[in-house]
């Protein structure tokens, strides 16, 4: 067996209500890009276009799964995005009890039309077909992508991007996954496209390819409780997406407010600690370059 190893983020329990990763969304943001701080963070709520006056109304998908919200629960500040959310929300002026979580579905939540929430928040990545339908903020964390595969496959000993390259890859089209593929890894033998994320993952236990990109939460999950027999084998160097962000009805007033806010949150280094503390990859990684 390689020196690869499963993993499963320390103090998280993914099983314990029955996490199923939403595959397609996680792993596109960037958490190197600085949020645009403008304008000033207002010093009274009054100011803001909110959906209710004096309430911040931020909503998740159901089940919030960990390591982004934990328990099930967006309103206890536990887990990467609650804790996020909390943040920009003090920064703008909420007291605890002034931030007010529901639910809308995940694929709802980037639809057109008008929105019941302030913002959103649930791994949502920033794409050029979404901002047509929604508005983002600035993206607020860039999820490592990584090389998933088969615990006893030749793809564990590749160290290098070349080396990589030699295999088969899968991914659903129009993602993250794929472009980090085709763009990134450019392997010698055709990638092959699947309908969903999920359909890759059966097309590597049943060996039609060698090895799939994961973002490293999905993967962390994906290795650790969904299939027995496979691995994170190493990380990619870049992550070619747009970013992950929180989600606003078009043309919403509020995201200069809240741009600023998360600026401020990353500036002071609030959001690092976050990512470190809920988010942050095994120092032993192998990253492919």
Known sequence: MSNRRQFVRSGVAFAAIGFAPRLSALAQSDAATPAVATPVVPTDISTLPLKTPG?????????????????DDPSNGKGFESAL????????????DQIVWGYTSFTASYAPGPKDFDFYITQVSITEERKRAVDFSDPYYTAPLVVVTKEDSPVVEAKTLAELAKFSFGAQVGTTY?????????????????????DSLTALVNDQIDAVI????????ITSVEFEGLVI?????????????????????????????????????????LIEEWLAPPADLIVYS
């Open 55 to 71: 309430q911040l109304t931020i909503h998740a998908d159901k089940p919030a799964y960990p390591p982004f919200f934990i328990d």
């Open 85 to 96: 959310a909390y943040a920009v929300g003090e920064r703008l002026g909420f007291t605890r």
């Open 178 to 198: 794929y472009t980090a593929i085709t763009d990134y890894i450019k392997p010698e033998k055709e990638t092959l496209v699947f309908d969903t994320t999920a």
């Open 214 to 221: 994961q973002d490293l939460q999905s993967a962390d999950y």
């Open 233 to 273: 084998a190493g990380q990619l160097a870049e992550n070619p997406g747009q970013g992950t962000g929180m989600v606003f009805e078009k043309g919403s007033a509020l995201v200069p407010y809240v741009n600023a806010a998360l600026a401020s949150v990353i500036a002071d280094g609030t959001r690092d600690k």
